[in-house]
């Protein structure tokens, strides 16, 4: 993944396309190679070490605990994880602003004090892009972010990522090929844990072997 790219990963079911995210962000132990970011090896390293490094991720399933509010996940994303204490200093350390702001962003700032539980699952993938963003990582992984999401709730998230600050390069699973296509400024097609194709999105879509590929997969 290049600097400031928005690169995107498809591939049918099995592909390969999570495996690949679990082994960047230590979920799953590599056997083999090394993965590095800024030329730095993060093989080895736990996945907080990771995070510290500059990796976000979202992940398929939720994360999420139903019975905290959203306000609480976004001080927990930005702080050390002990919430007595960052929800105490949160105002004396000028935070609230910056707070207030990724809601609006991500259009949860009426919901900041409704519990995870009655929220909407569109508003819960929000609430999880918003908290990965909030700690500021070099390197943005979203596994299947849309799925799920209502025709507003893409658009408010399509609009999320364009606005996304260059120095963040992103790396996005999705199955939406007209999302994908739209957002990536280059594509890497994975077939049994292989790369089959790769190029920017208008060379993907006319590739014959990536056409084969899913034309064939659909009628299985």
């Given amino acids: 993944v290049a600097p400031s790219q ?3 990963l498809i591939g049918v079911n099995g592909a390969g396309k999570t495996t690949l995210f679990n082994l960047i962000t230590g979920d799953l132990a ?6 590095r970011l800024d030329g730095q090896a993060l093989t080895g390293l736990s996945i907080q070490a990771r995070v510290l490094k500059g990796l976000g991720r979202t992940y398929q399933v939720s994360s999420l605990a139903p019975s905290l509010s959203v306000r609480a996940h976004l001080v927990l994303a930005k702080g050390d994880g002990r919430l007595p204490s960052l929800l105490q200093s949160w ?3 000028g935070d ?11 259009g949860l700032s009426d919901v900041l004090d409704e519990l995870v539980s009655a929220l909407s699952h569109g508003a819960q993938r929000q609430l999880e892009l918003a908290m990965v963003l909030y700690r500021r990582p070099r390197v943005l992984l979203l596994d299947e972010p849309a799925a799920g999401l209502s025709p507003s709730e893409r658009m408010l998230f399509s609009r999320v990522i364009r ?3 260059r120095e963040v390069s992103l790396l996005m699973i999705e199955h939406d090929m007209d999302l994908i296509l739209g957002l990536s400024d280059w ?3 994975l077939h049994h844990g292989r790369v089959l194709a790769a190029g920017k999105p208008a060379e993907i879509a006319r590739d014959q072997a990536v056409r084969d590929v899913y034309l064939g997969y659909a009628h299985a």
Avoid at 96 to 106: M, S
């Fill in 6 to 8: 928005r690169h995107g």
């Fill in 30 to 35: 590599a056997d083999g190679g090394e993965i």
């Fill in 91 to 93: 105002r004396a350390r």
């Fill in 96 to 106: 609230e602003a910056g707070l207030l702001a990724n809601a609006e962003r991500f």
């Fill in 163 to 165: 606005d996304l600050p």
């Fill in 187 to 189: 594509i890497t097609v």
